[in-house]
């Protein structure tokens, strides 16, 4: 019997120059073999470059690769791990100042909050719905998603659709 492969991607939104190599160093290490990236500008950071790198492994990488590049200073990154058959996929997160968040998340790549969460965020909010909305958007991650955003579609080749009021 082969093997499960789980596959997904990194996505270095912000790195200084000086740190390119240990996170090469460090995904290749997560990974078990070398690895070369293509590091663009980041033109949201002066100064900083960005990367994507489609990885395979086996199920649990994308966990290995996240805490390899946790902690260093000045860096923001993404990690995914597709769904596979027996497999739940997940998304990390990290930013400087927001630290690391993890969420499951299902085949297309939604994140999937689970029902004792649900219920932990029902309990804290009693009847305040403002209360509802905040522990909601931190279940989801939404601190993270808000931050990282501009990073995520900041490069030259990037395109910008404008979209006017009409009527």
Same mark, same amino acid.
């Given at each position: 019997?082969?093997?499960?492969?789980?596959?997904?991607?990194?996505?270095?939104?912000?790195?200084?120059?000086?740190?390119?190599?240990?996170?090469?160093?460090?995904?290749?290490?997560?990974?078990?073999?070398?690895?070369?990236?293509?590091?663009?500008?980041?033109?949201?950071?002066?100064?900083?470059? +960005?990367?994507? /790198?489609?990885? %395979?492994? !086996?199920?649990?990488?994308?966990?290995? =690769?996240?805490?390899? #590049? @946790?902690?260093?200073?000045?860096?923001?990154?993404?990690?995914?791990?597709?769904?596979?058959?027996?497999?739940?996929?997940?998304?990390?997160?990290?930013?400087?100042?927001?630290?690391?968040?993890?969420?499951?998340?299902?085949?297309?790549?939604?994140?999937?909050?689970?029902?004792? +969460?649900?219920? /932990?965020?029902? %309990?804290? !909010?009693?009847?305040?719905?403002?209360? =509802?909305?905040?522990? #909601? @958007?931190?279940?989801?991650?939404?601190?993270?998603?808000?931050?990282?955003?501009?990073?995520?579609?900041?490069?030259?080749?990037?395109?910008?659709?404008?979209?006017?009021?009409?009527?």
């Amino acid at each position: 019997m082969d093997a499960a492969i789980a596959r997904g991607v990194l996505y270095v939104h912000s790195s200084p120059r000086a740190l390119t190599p240990h996170i090469e160093w460090a995904t290749g290490r997560a990974l078990g073999r070398a690895v070369n990236f293509e590091w663009s500008d980041q033109p949201v950071l002066k100064g900083s470059l +960005r990367t994507e /790198y489609y990885w %395979e492994g !086996a199920p649990g990488t994308g966990a290995v =690769l996240a805490s390899a #590049l @946790r902690g260093w200073e000045h860096l923001r990154y993404e990690v995914t791990e597709d769904a596979g058959l027996g497999t739940d996929g997940g998304r990390w997160l990290h930013t400087p100042d927001l630290g690391i968040f993890f969420a499951q998340t299902d085949t297309v790549g939604n994140i999937v909050v689970p029902e004792d +969460r649900v219920r /932990y965020a029902m %309990e804290i !909010a009693g009847s305040n719905a403002l209360e =509802l909305h905040r522990e #909601l @958007r931190l279940a989801l991650g939404q601190a993270w998603d808000d931050e990282l955003e501009v990073f995520r579609h900041a490069s030259d080749s990037s395109q910008v659709v404008w979209l006017h009021k009409v009527g």
